[in-house]
C-alpha cells in the first residue's frame, strides 16, 4: 500500500524559532515529492518540490530527500505567525497523480 | 505562476440535485487534471486522473457513473455529482499540470458541496 505518514502535530514553536516538518513515505517507485501549505478552509498552495537526494533551499524554506531512509523534511527558518497553517507532505509515484500525507499543523507563537 | 480557477467555490443545494464543478487552467495547456476530496481534518484523497480527449481514469472505491468527469480541451474539466446526497458534502479540489513531467500541479480554489 503506498502510503506517506505525517505526524498530525501541532508542532508549536516560537516567532523566530526553525519549525521541522517530518515526512516518511513507503513506496521506493516515488521519484519526486512536494510540500503544501494549507490554510483552514482553502486550498493547497505549493511551497516547494525536490526529486535529488539532499537539501534544497528556497528562502525561509529548506526541504531535504533521503531516498535512502525515504525520508522527506521541511524547515521553515524564522517563522512567522503566518506560517501556521497545516503542511501537506506529497509524493509523485510515477503516475503523476499524487498521495498525500495527512498533514501537520503548525503553530508559529508570536 | 500557473493559474487554475476552480468555479463554483460553493454550492448548497437540496438532496437529489446534480452538480457542476469547473476546473479551468488559465495560463497553460492541462494535459492532466486531478480531482480530489477532502474531508474535514483529513488529507486529500484522489478521485480520479483526467487526461485531454481520454476517459478519466478513477481510483478504487470512486463510482465513476456518481462523479462524471470530462475533460474536452486543454484547459477545462468538469466534474459532475449526479443525484447528490448528504454524503458526498466534501470539499472538492482540483489540479492541473502540463506535459512536462516535472511540472508540479497546480490547485484550484476548491469548491465546498453541501448536501442538504
Known amino acids: 500500500q503506498k502510503e506517506v505518514e505525517q505526524n498530525s502535530g501541532p508542532l508549536s514553536v516560537p516567532e523566530g524559532a526553525i519549525a521541522s516538518l517530518n515526512c516518511t513515505y513507503s513506496?521506493?517507485?516515488?521519484?519526486?515529492f512536494f510540500w503544501y501549505r494549507q490554510y483552514s478552509g482553502k486550498s493547497p498552495e505549493l511551497i516547494m518540490f525536490?526529486?535529488?537526494?539532499g537539501d534544497k533551499e528556497d528562502g525561509r524554506f529548506t526541504a531535504q530527500l533521503n531516498k535512502a531512509s525515504q525520508y522527506v523534511s521541511l524547515l521553515i527558518r524564522d517563522s512567522q505567525p503566518s506560517d501556521s497553517a497545516t503542511y501537506l507532505c506529497a509524493a509523485d509515484t510515477g503516475r503523476r497523480a499524487l498521495t498525500f500525507g495527512s498533514g501537520t499543523r503548525l503553530q508559529v507563537q508570536p | 505562476g500557473a493559474v487554475v480557477s476552480q468555479h463554483p467555490s460553493r454550492v448548497i443545494c437540496k438532496s437529489g440535485t446534480s452538480v457542476k464543478i469547473e476546473c479551468r487552467s488559465l495560463?497553460?495547456?492541462?494535459?492532466?487534471m486531478f480531482w480530489y476530496r477532502q474531508f474535514p481534518k483529513k488529507s486529500l484523497m484522489l478521485m480520479a486522473t483526467s487526461n485531454e480527449g481520454s476517459k478519466a481514469t478513477y481510483e478504487q472505491g470512486v463510482e465513476k457513473d456518481k462523479f462524471l468527469i470530462n475533460h474536452a480541451s486543454l484547459t477545462l474539466s468538469t466534474l459532475t455529482v449526479t443525484s447528490a446526497h448528504p454524503e458526498d458534502s466534501s470539499f472538492y479540489i482540483c489540479?492541473?499540470?502540463?506535459?512536462?513531467?516535472?511540472?508540479?500541479?497546480?490547485f484550484g480554489d476548491g469548491t465546498r458541496l453541501s448536501i442538504l
Open positions: 513506496d521506493r517507485g516515488s521519484q519526486s
Open positions: 525536490i526529486y535529488s537526494n
Open positions: 489540479s492541473a499540470t502540463g506535459a512536462d513531467s516535472n511540472q508540479p500541479q497546480h
Open positions: 495560463d497553460f495547456q492541462a494535459t492532466t
